[in-house]
């Protein structure tokens, strides 16, 4: 997962920037836009679309949802949830630091 991911370079390429970036220190990313992320990127490095089984995957390898959210409740259309920024973090996937690649394990 993290290979194809890292592979792709989705988070380098600025076509893709639109629906998932670096955050400015370089230390997570986010998912800007989580459907066009699922339909523009998911199927072109991964052989799904579905957002939830990509969040699995990253849970598998340690990262973690850094919650900024400011809809927490039910009430907000999943239309709305989707233009959400989602962060990610894990200690050792730093921008420009491939070298600590190799230590982002599976669990």
């Given at each position: 997962m993290?290979?194809?991911f890292v592979r792709h370079r989705i988070l380098e390429d600025d076509d893709y920037h639109r629906w998932i970036c670096w955050s400015a220190p370089g230390t997570s990313f986010l998912?800007?836009?989580s459907g066009e992320?699922?339909?523009?990127?998911?199927?072109?490095?991964?052989?799904h679309n579905?957002?939830?089984?990509?969040v699995r995957q990253l849970n598998l390898y340690g990262f973690h949802k850094l919650n900024r959210s400011y809809h927490r409740h039910n009430?907000?259309?999943d239309?709305?949830?989707d233009l959400e920024p989602?962060?990610?973090f894990h200690p050792k996937f730093i921008r420009f630091r491939t070298d600590l690649l190799g230590e982002i394990r599976r669990k």
């Open positions: 993290l290979i194809c998912v800007l836009d992320f699922c339909r523009q990127i998911l199927p072109k490095v991964f052989k579905n957002y939830t089984s990509f009430s907000v259309s239309a709305v949830r989602r962060e990610f």
